[in-house]
């Protein structure tokens, strides 16, 4: 059971250079997530979907942009990728109702040069 | 709007010796708790979850939570922590639609032998 998968796991960019995250999830979900990580702030959320063909904004989300166009696939974009946008993004997926718990990807380290 | 507070950012501790990691949370609403564990290069995994009644949560690997409404803290405890417990534990609330997580800054817990 592969769970919530997130492709790729590293990649390095230049400064203005665009590229997707792609994340799939096996479970049936209803709600994903696109989080991103940095030392000493936590986790904060970048874009979510309640469903397919659904997206919304997070409270991080510009200079990204997302796309749900099957159920299972939750796909996060940078256009022209910036220094400050250097993280470790985590794609969580949940179900729309009952206990809430979220179920994380391992994770995808991008550094922007 | 809710928030997490997790007021100490790095806890050492000694192996067998016991814990508390602490967690304060602010909302206008009923809220769903969690702890979260992330091991070294790894995504999150749920540790323990408080819905609703009993305010003592037992999670997996020996851990436990209370939940304190007038407080409003949902304190992680471990009597007897092992090096395998080192790891950034997040807390974070929901609403009670179990949506609109928020996470705290995390806790890094250092277990020294």
């Known amino acids: 059971n592969a769970g919530v998968t997130q492709t790729p796991k590293f990649r390095v960019l230049k400064t203005g250079q665009s590229m997707t995250l792609l994340c799939a999830q096996d479970?049936?979900?209803?709600?994903m997530y696109w989080y991103r990580q940095d030392p000493g702030m936590g986790l904060r959320l970048i874009h979510y979907?309640?469903?397919?063909?659904?997206?919304a904004k997070g409270e991080v989300p510009d200079g990204y942009n997302v796309s749900r166009l099957k159920k299972q696939n939750f796909l996060l974009g940078l256009e022209s990728a910036a220094p400050s946008q250097t993280s470790v993004y985590f794609c969580?997926?949940?179900?729309?109702?009952?206990?809430?718990?979220?179920?994380f990807g391992e994770g995808s380290r991008l550094t922007v040069l | 709007a809710q928030s997490v507070t997790q007021l100490d950012s790095q806890v050492p501790v000694f192996e067998e010796a016991p814990v508390e990691l602490r967690c304060n949370y602010s909302s206008s609403v009923s809220v769903y708790l969690f702890w979260y564990v992330q091991y070294p290069n790894q995504g999150l995994q749920l540790l323990l979850k408080y819905l609703s009644g009993s305010t003592l949560v037992k999670g997996i690997n020996g851990f436990e939570a209370e939940f304190n409404k007038s407080q409003t803290s949902f304190h992680l405890r471990k009597p007897s922590v092992h090096i395998s417990d080192t790891a950034e534990y997040f807390c974070?609330?929901?609403?009670?639609?179990?949506?609109?997580?928020?996470f705290g800054p995390g806790t890094r817990l250092s277990v020294l032998p």
């Open positions: 969580a997926s949940s179900y729309s109702t009952g206990d809430g718990e979220l179920f």
């Open positions: 479970m049936n979900h209803e709600y």
């Open positions: 974070a609330v929901s609403d009670n639609y179990g949506q609109n997580f928020v």
């Open positions: 979907s309640v469903g397919e063909g659904t997206t």
